[in-house]
């Protein structure tokens, strides 16, 4: 079909134009606010013709088919606004609307130039949504356009379906089209900005509306016959006018912008890269496709040649075809469990394991899945069956579909279609918490990463949810270069240094947070971060990763031993430890926030305690709580097994500089 990328890249420069227009001011909370407005509207209409043109009526038919072309037509329209709230309303306006063009000349079998052009005129009716984000005077709106019209007599003037034919040797030819549509229905989104041009203290406000909308070629094929489409762009402004009590505005007290606390912490320096040695949890399930009892493709499974000689070392060496990120590396890691659990088996005569198998399908679907896995040890890792039992279950013993649950229940029932790895041999397991809490031993594994987190600044409004629709950021270079970033709604927020940066080595920058305010104002607050990056290769951090099940009894506190006794002892006086919560997409943005944040902290809590015994005052830590935000999550979540790596406390122990 039409390729109008060329189209959508003027249409996103004049939306640039417009959204960078200079907010007016025109005093919020002071300023009449009428609830409908009536309307003028004048543009142009930039048309761009796809398709075949030749076969014009009964009469005429080109040698060659046109089959691009582009013209400009005339917008009239008359209209009238409602808007009950600052952020939604509604849009209609009916008017006069040309869709005129001229295709590009072809060449007959002849030899001859041929050319052809027409005039479309349309009646059009176009409700719209109208929105305008943040309650501010840049607005998007977007409908359905109905256009009408009907055909006269055929080869007059003045109809509205008139083509014109020139063929060279050959008089012109004037006529109507023939089979044209006499009603179209298609869509059009758009954008545009209020500006308002009568005084503070008018009860009638007048605003002139610059705005720019987009007719994607859907629903706009003006005839019945051939494949002729019409894309266009519309660029024009709308003169409005509004009335309002000035009484009631005037008399409204002053709202100040909210206090709230901004701050702003940078690194000492800004590394580019970082060695990172993981403890990586290895997570003792293995998940099913729904109904099958076969070792999903997903996992990696050996010969027995291969089996002989594997060890789990070789997972540190490791490398996908393509190193998009942390996942991939780790996930490559997860999927190679059963022949991990296989080596360790090997290498520990006297260890047994339980597998546990579940399905939705009964207990004895649940077994089979089990005696899958198990079949796999014995027959390539040649693992004794007698140090394998399996079961079978309805339900994990720790199950994702609580009951009562109704939402996400696709979701919560593919986490549950798994065979659970357990064992009582001290081989294969760490203690994490209590007695009765082991997990897999974790798998050491050596990565790069680029732009760790302690090379982020991390930028701090405290406030900003209660207050606050978004906040962004203004930060300017020495040479007056500005760089966004945002809009935000979070209260803490990262951004690498290296990306503040750029190509510079080290710079000092103003940084100034603009927050929009719930009340209808706009929040400044100002600080100043000077950075330096350093390109030489710098300490080896630590990272360890603890994980949840879908479980709300299982806390934090469960994993104290292993915080107190494992994690501490490795981070050094005058060290940085960073904490960073994250959860799954199962359950609510708020609620899966708060989790991570509550997480996180505990964490906190239990680490500063234990370095308080070991006599260590220094130690600067930086806390995080993403939740199910998928730009900052560990993992993606596709599978259940990403899912369930996602319910996670990251601790990154980051050495002295």
Partial sequence: MFQYHAVIRKLIVILLLLSAIPIVLHAQGIRPQPKWWFGGAAAANFNYYNGTAQILNESVTTPAPFHRGSGVGVYFALGIEYRPHP????????????????????VTPCGDKATLQTNL????????????????????????RF???????????RSPWLFTYTEEGKPDTKCEWSDMRETLFSAEVGAGYDIPL????????????????????????????????????????????????????????VVEPPDVVFSVRAPKVVPIKRRVRESFPLRNNVFFEE????????????????????KEEQLQEVQPLSMTGRSLRQMTVYYNILN????????????????????????????????????????VFAIDGSRITTEGRNKPRIPSEQPGGTKELVLLRAGDSRVDIESN????????GGASHYMLKPVQIVDVVEDPLDSHVFFHVIGAKEEFYSWSLEITDEQGRVQPFGPYTRELETIPGNTILGSNSQGNYRVVMVGQ??????????SIVSLVRRDEPVKEAVRFSILFDFDKSKTVATYEKFLTEVVTPLIPDSGVVIIHGHTDIIGEDDYNLNLSRERAIEVQRIIKRALSNTGKHQVTFDTLDFGEDVDDAPFENNYPEERFYNRTVIIDIVPVK
């Avoid at 256009?147 to 003037?157: F, I, Q, V």
């Avoid at 007719?215 to 003169?239: C, D, K, M, S």
């Fill in 87 to 106: 952020v939604w309303g509604g849009m209609l306006y009916v008017g006069y609307d040309e869709r005129n063009g001229k295709w590009n000349d072809v």
């Fill in 121 to 144: 005129r349309y009646f059009t009716v176009e409700p719209s949504l109208r929105i305008a984000p943040f309650s501010s005077s840049f607005y998007l709106f977007l409908g359905p």
């Fill in 147 to 157: 256009a009408m019209n009907k055909g006269r007599e055929s080869c007059k003037l």
């Fill in 198 to 253: 009568s005084k503070i203290t008018d009860p009638t406000q007048v605003v002139i509306s610059p705005f720019v909308s987009f007719h994607p070629y859907f629903g706009q094929n003006p005839r019945t016959v051939e494949n002729w489409a019409v894309t266009t762009i519309r660029a024009g402004a709308i003169l409005k006018l509004g009335h309002a009590k000035v009484e009631k505005v005037v008399r409204a007290p």
């Fill in 291 to 310: 109904g099958s009892s076969s070792l999903p493709s997903r996992y990696v499974v050996l010969t027995k040649d291969q089996a002989s000689s594997f």
């Fill in 340 to 379: 991990t659990v296989g080596d360790r088996m090997k290498r520990n005569p006297g260890s047994t394991i339980l597998l546990s198998g579940a399905s939705d399908k009964g207990s004895e679907h649940g077994k089979a899945r089990a005696e899958t896995i198990k079949s796999y040890l014995v027959d």
């Fill in 425 to 432: 041999s001290p081989e294969l397991l760490i203690q994490v």
């Fill in 517 to 526: 305010a719930k009340n209808g104002t706009v929040n400044r607050k100002e």
